[in-house]
Each structure stands twice: as C-alpha cells, then as structure tokens.
C-alpha cells in the first residue's frame, strides 16, 4: 500500500502525573529529514526517538514536537551538605578564639550558610521516563503513518485516472497516424497532377515520397514504449512501500517519449494531443513527489 509523505499525527499519554505529548507532521522531501523539539529533560532520548521514527517512515521531511508536564509534589529535594557545615563551624570557633568572642553558634545560624541546604531536583527514573514516552510516540507515529497511507491511497486514484487519460490521448494518435499519411498522398497526388497538368504521374514516385513522409512522422516505437510505461506504472502502484524514486523515473521516461512525439507531429490534431500527453505526464510527475 502506497504512503504520501504528507501525513499528521497526535497522541498523548498520561501515566500518574507525567503527561507526555507527541505531535508531528511530514511533508514531501527528497531523503528522510527528521527535526525534533522537545524539553531539555529529553534531549538524550533523541538517538531513540529518531531510530524509533526510521520504522515507520522512509522518506520524507518530518518534524516532531514533543511536550512532558511532571505534576508530582516530590520533584525538588533538600541536600545537606555536611563537610561545607564542618568548615563553617571550624573557622567560625576559630574566630572567637582569635579575637576573644563569645562563641555563640546555633544551628539554625548554621544552616543559613550559603550551601550548607541547597534544593536539588530529584533524579528521573529514566526507564520510566522512555517508556511514557515511547508509548507517546509511537501511538502518534502509528498515527502518522495511517494518515500517509489514505492519502497515498487517494494519490494512487488519482494517479490511474490520469493514466486511464493518457491511453485515450495514444489511442487518438495511433488512429490518425493512417489518415495524416493518406491525407498527404491525397494532397500530393493533387499537387502533382496541378503540376504537370496532363502528364502521367510515376505511382513509383509518389509512392517513394509518401514512404518518405510517413517514416518521418513516424510514432509507432514511442507509443509502444509509452504503453509499456503505463503498465509498468501501474504494476509499481500495487507494490508496497518505497516507491516514490522509481514512478519518478517512469514518469521522466515518459515524458521523452511524449516530447519526442509532439516533436514529430505534423498535423495540427496531434500535436495538440501530443501537449495534452505532456501536461497529463506533468500532472503525474507533481502527484509522485508526494508519495514515498
């Protein structure tokens, strides 16, 4: 089943009070293009985040916003820092020796020191942590990858209609072939007799000049190769994945052979089916750069 690049996907996870939520949405781009915003708290589960991505996705510029609310009460600490109260309390006793001083220290003089408390944040449990996440993720990339994929599928729609337009132009141009070829043995016979007025007319010759003209205007081998393109495009619609480069290079080859057909047109009809060929082919080429 075929997959657009272009996609959306949401989801969030509450476990206790961690609230985590994902969000992200992707666009057409030639190589697989990942960005991430997200908290600092985070930030060194980005290797993950990215190989957690690449199963998902293949191809295309995606761009990740990941949000964490932590609720609990217990988030910050109190630190005693034991040897800094001992320096405190050595140098303070040494002050009142020194100069005589009362020597007045209290604990609760004590614990004013810069350092002696201090308020530290509480280590997360990081597998806790990533498997709130994770879970976040991926219920956003499933996410993400179903949106891609009913898009893909209305690419891939539209894509066989314009293919099912592109037989019907060939057809036209495979059925005038004959008459643009017997119009001009018509107009030429006539030319010639106009002429030569009287004169007997060599079939031989006239016969020589047509064969002449119809090679000239020959499209059978393009039309032959166009059709084996359209099948070929067809057949690669129905595979699964991945197929975004390969339509891209049936569909240049393609259109050489529509540019090579309006080149030789030499009726007005043809040629300007052969421009419908070209614009139908360019049609096709922007609905591929979509998909995966």
Known sequence: MIKSMTGFGRCEVQREARKFTVELKGVNHRYLDINIRMPKKLNFFETAIRTLLKSYVTRGKVDIFITYEDSTQNQMA?????????????????????FGL???????????????FTMEEQTEDEEELWNGLKEALEGAF??????????GENLKKDILDKLSNLEVLIGYIEERSPQIIQEYRTKLEEKVRELLEDTQIEDSRIAAEVILFAD???TDEEVVRL??????????????EGIGRKLDFIAQEMNREANTI???????????????????????????????
């Open 142 to 151: 499933s996410h993400f990858v179903e949106t891609r994929t009913a898009e």
């Open 262 to 292: 309006l080149s030789k047109a030499n009726d007005l009809e043809v040629s300007n089916h052969a421009i419908s060929l070209k614009t139908e082919i360019e049609k096709i080429r922007e609905q591929i750069q979509n998909i995966e």
């Open 227 to 240: 059709k084996s393109h359209i099948r070929h495009m067809r057949s690669t619609l129905e595979e699964e």
């Open 102 to 116: 009362e020597d007045d220290i209290r604990v609760s003089t004590l614990s004013r020191y810069p350092e002696v």
């Open 78 to 98: 109190v630190k005693y820092n034991s040897s800094i109260a001992a320096e405190y309390l050595k140098y303070l006793r040494q002050m009142a020796e020194e």
């Open 216 to 218: 000239k205007i020959c």
